[in-house]
């Protein structure tokens, strides 16, 4: 009895551990498989989207607004980032399970550990790929805000820009005393920026019908310091489809910020179209405070564009801002000059290479679109 007891008991023990080795199998190749699939359906998608335009401009009409309803709203009850929690708990277990992987490998001298770490880290890159495809990337090939609404740029005289400089200088020092200020002299927003931004894009729709839709609140990050130093005023994080942006810069870039990142909510994810987008909702808002920040930001973009193409012509508009206007143009360049270094720099090469592989030809070199869009829209008025 002893010795059958002892074979069952050893042959139950070999079925289990036969069970185990078996489930173990099954979850890695499970794991590798839709790893694989979700890959597969991303490179399928960005592709398609990239050589077919009007499968990209019917995804984004059609598609995208869906996800944004559904995913954006649920993450949208949340008064926090999501997709930056995420990322750091991601980052956490990613170490976490790394360290506990190589233990087990060197304590046991199988590689078990190491297969079954590595298929979980492709099937979290295949989730994230997939989702970054379905909220982002085929949005890359839609048409332009400027397409849709019948916005055509065209090569601009000086003096045509020169115009449009002196109007937004006119603008800027309209609004400049109707914004409240503090001790120093510099911008402080009358109300949350949040409510504020969701509000200027619904209104923007009224007249823009490309830009109707659901706006769930923009988000500030916990931690905007990793922005500030990848000079970053905002960043749109498909995985949630959230809006968020750099909540310890100057008052005055806030509002524009916003805006800017809650257009790409509507499939628009060209930067320059962005900003155009943004400033056209801030300038378009009833609050005084986004007005100011929309028509300073728009000064600043052309202000820049009328310094490279004529320097004197520069000299003449620039004196004509009213003083008032001065702390907040100091206080920016005091506070992005804090986080200038070698991770700015690097950050923007890899800025510069994203948006050149997602079909931005001139990457961050080209932001002065909307300097472009700006002479086409309102020259004209």
Known sequence: MLTNNTEEQRNGTDKNSTGRNNTGKVNTGGRLAAAVLLLLFSGAGMLLSAYVPDFAQWYAVHIYPVLVTTIGRVWGWFPFSVSEILIYILLLTLVVTMVRMIVKTVLTRRTRAAVSWISGV????????????????????????????????????????????????????????????????????????????????????????????????????????ILSYQSLSGIYLPFTVEANYNGDMTDYNKPFTACHELSHLRGFMQEQEANFIAFLACVGSERADFQYSGYLSGWVYCMNALYRADYETWQEVRVRLDEAVEPDLEANNAFWDRYEGPVSETAERINDTYLKVNGQADGVERYDRMVDLIVAYFGEQ
């Open 122 to 225: 492709l099937l979290t890159a295949g989730i994230l790929a997939f989702l970054y495809t379905a909220c982002c990337g085929i949005n890359y090939h839609r048409k332009s805000f400027s397409e849709e609404e019948g916005i055509v740029t065209y090569e601009y005289r000086l003096e045509q820009l020169r115009d449009i400089c002196v109007w937004l200088t006119e603008e800027v020092n309209s609004r400049a005393d109707e914004v409240t200020r503090n001790a120093e002299g510099v911008m402080e927003l009358d109300a949350p920026e949040g409510s504020g931004a969701v509000e200027s894009m619904n209104r923007l729709g009224e007249e823009f019908p490309s830009v109707r839709g659901y706006y769930p609140q923009p988000k500030k990050l916990l931690i905007s310091e």
